[in-house]
């Protein structure tokens, strides 16, 4: 088994990068953001999803600011494999559709650490993902 220090991101941690409410969930959100993570492509369509409505920019405005936010980020496709790969973790794990998404892309990318807010803090995804609430 290789291990791996890659940690990826799901989107409620790059959302709270804009959260002026709660300045530590910010923070750690940076730090978190600053360790060149794997982003998925399917993170990177909920970021702009959510932020469309959050922050007062224009389509592109938008598209510029994520592309400048996520420079650092391994930015990793989902792919068809990813989807079929995500099928069986829902069987298996009984995910939520995106968030199974979320995680095969991790999976097949080697990373160690999910970072999620939404997910099961503490749960160890085929003995390699460990998916850690940041916030707790």
Do not use: W
């Not at 890659?6 to 709270?16: E, K, P, S, W």
């Amino acid at each position: 088994m290789i291990m791996t220090n890659n940690i990826a991101l799901d989107t409620n941690v790059l959302i709270y990068l804009h959260d002026n409410s709660d300045l530590n969930k910010r923070a750690i959100a940076k730090d978190l953001l600053s360790d060149n993570p794997y982003i998925s492509t399917q993170v990177i369509s909920e970021y702009l999803n959510v932020t469309r409505r959050l922050l007062p920019l224009s389509k592109d405005e938008l598209l510029v600011q994520a592309s400048n936010l996520l420079a650092g980020c391994t930015i990793i496709p989902v792919l068809p494999n990813t989807l079929v790969f995500a099928a069986a973790l829902v069987k298996k794990y009984d995910f939520q559709l995106f968030d199974s998404v979320i995680v095969a892309a991790a999976l097949e990318n080697d990373c160690a650490i999910l970072y999620s807010e939404d997910m099961h803090h503490g749960l160890i995804v085929e003995k390699t993902l460990t998916i850690i609430n940041p916030y707790l």
